[in-house]
């Protein structure tokens, strides 16, 4: 992060010695300190949030006390190995399975115990031949999935390997599965060897003699699978059975809708392109067409939780507002020109949105678009010839401005609490296509704090 702060400070004295060399000094000057203002905040939430992403949490200590605090949540992947909590005084301590007896955050929670682990690899693609279990002790983090009379624990290791575990006597057992490759050999003619992929499903006999109270029917063996989701429903269909709930089940992850308020500050510039000088297109080439402004609306966010990736959209109000005066002179005749862009706009924003695995850090890219739902800009020429004046007023895109602009857009950013901040940079087909041969686009850079209403 120093260097990132140590590059934009280059950069701002570049920016200022760029400034000085331009003929509109005080323009350029101007824009590139705001350009450079905004990135410099930016990277400041950066330094300041997306270092931690500490949520309300506990643990409970060897003594059985239970502290309340705060802990580093990184949306493990697997079960952590090991975490850090902040006390109420906002002291850090870092915490191995071994030093603790349980820990919880964000409505998820942990035990600690000394279990069985099953390591054999289910890659199809390099599993073991042979159905023989690859077991270690060890003392590790299980997650509560379900606890009464019948409970339900998981581990997930750093391999990506699932286990699971039920309770008798206060015992924590492995349900055993594994995945194998068996080898045959086959004559017809030429010695052939096969290889194909078996299960061992032991769990499966031994959940039906854990659930031997109740009768349960034999059809919701038949297709059990060794899965939270598959798991999970056994279990109800048990509690169903009993008549009875347990005192702790958790909740399947589902696809999440998080809707709130966005706003936000830009820098647009508006370019025009033409391929040849035109006394009807230089006064648009040859001027600096720039806004500054704020931009407000809404978001709404797609989330999955069993993916990094999710959908994020915005639906913004924005203005595009600049003028500018030209003046030339062709033959005997001075041209006077003043110029006024005046455009309102809803924006929409949607993009794929990537959340990095150990910190608060996201990414997104996707399509953008301008709506036109305002334009007052006009066009004021005066022309001056033989002592005489004549004054026009038109639109300065004769032939009309697109009523809908596509683009592209790139964002970084990070989130906080019920905050996320983005840096967004935008690139627009701009507002004349309708004229044959004259270019234009947008380009926008833009800070955005979106404030979530769901938590």
């Not at 706003?263 to 000088?277: A, C, E, V």
């Not at 033989?386 to 989130?415: A, D, F």
């Not at 044959?436 to 833009?446: A, Q």
Request: proline letters at 3%.
């Amino acid at each position: 992060m120093k260097l990132q702060f140590l590059l934009i400070c280059r950069l701002y004295q570049w920016g200022e010695l760029i400034s000085f060399t331009k003929k509109n000094t005080f323009t350029a000057k101007k824009y590139m300190k705001s350009i450079l203002n905004i990135v410099c905040i930016f990277f400041i939430l950066i330094n300041s949030f997306a270092q931690k992403n500490l949520k309300p949490g506990y643990i409970v200590t060897q003594e059985y006390d239970t502290l309340k605090g705060h802990i580093d949540y990184l949306v493990w992947d697997s079960t952590p190995t090991k975490i850090l909590f902040y006390d109420e005084n906002s002291n850090a301590t870092e915490f191995e399975p071994i030093q603790i007896k349980a820990f919880g955050v964000m409505s998820k929670h942990y035990v600690s115990e000394s279990v069985e682990l099953e390591t054999s690899t289910r890659n199809i693609n390099s599993i073991d031949t042979g159905d023989d279990l690859k077991i270690t002790k060890k003392v590790v983090f299980l997650q509560r999935l379900i606890a009464g009379e019948k409970s339900l624990y998981f581990n997930r290791t750093e391999n990506g390997i699932d286990n699971f575990y039920i309770v008798e006597n206060g015992e924590f057992i492995l349900l055993i599965y594994k995945i194998y490759l068996i080898e045959g050999t086959s004559n017809v003619g030429v010695e052939l060897t096969h290889r194909f992929s078996n299960e061992n499903n032991k769990f499966i006999g031994q959940l039906t003699y854990y659930f031997s109270d109740c009768k349960i029917s034999s059809k919701n063996y038949e297709n059990l699978k060794y899965s939270l989701k598959s798991l999970l429903s056994l279990f109800e269909r048990y509690y169903e059975c009993r008549g009875i709930k347990p005192h702790y089940q958790t909740s399947l992850p589902k696809m999440q809708v998080i809707l709130g308020p966005s706003f936000g500050w830009n820098i647009n510039t508006l370019s025009f392109d033409y391929p040849i000088s035109h006394i009807n297109y230089d006064y648009l080439r040859n001027s600096d067409w720039k806004h500054s402004g704020f931009s407000a609306g809404i978001f709404f966010d797609l989330l999955n939780p069993k993916s990094k990736l999710s959908f994020h959209s915005e639906f913004l109000y924005s203005k595009f507002k600049s003028e500018n005066n030209y003046n030339f002179t062709q033959g005997i005749t001075e041209f006077d020109i003043e110029a006024v862009f005046d455009l309102q706009y809803i924006r929409s924003i949607i993009s794929l949105h990537y959340q990095a695995k150990r910190i608060p850090l996201f990414f997104e890219v996707g399509p953008s678009f301008n709506y036109l739902i305002g334009d007052n800009s006009s066009k004021t020429e005066r022309r001056e010839f033989s002592n005489r004046v004549e004054i026009t007023t038109e639109h300065p895109i004769q032939s009309g401005i697109n009523k809908v602009s596509p683009g592209l857009n790139v964002s970084i950013g990070t989130n906080y609490d019920n905050m996320d901040f983005r840096l967004r940079m935008e690139r627009m087909i701009g507002i004349g296509q309708k004229t044959k041969d004259l270019g234009s686009y947008y380009n926008r850079i833009e800070f955005v704090l979106n404030y979530s209403l769901i938590k």
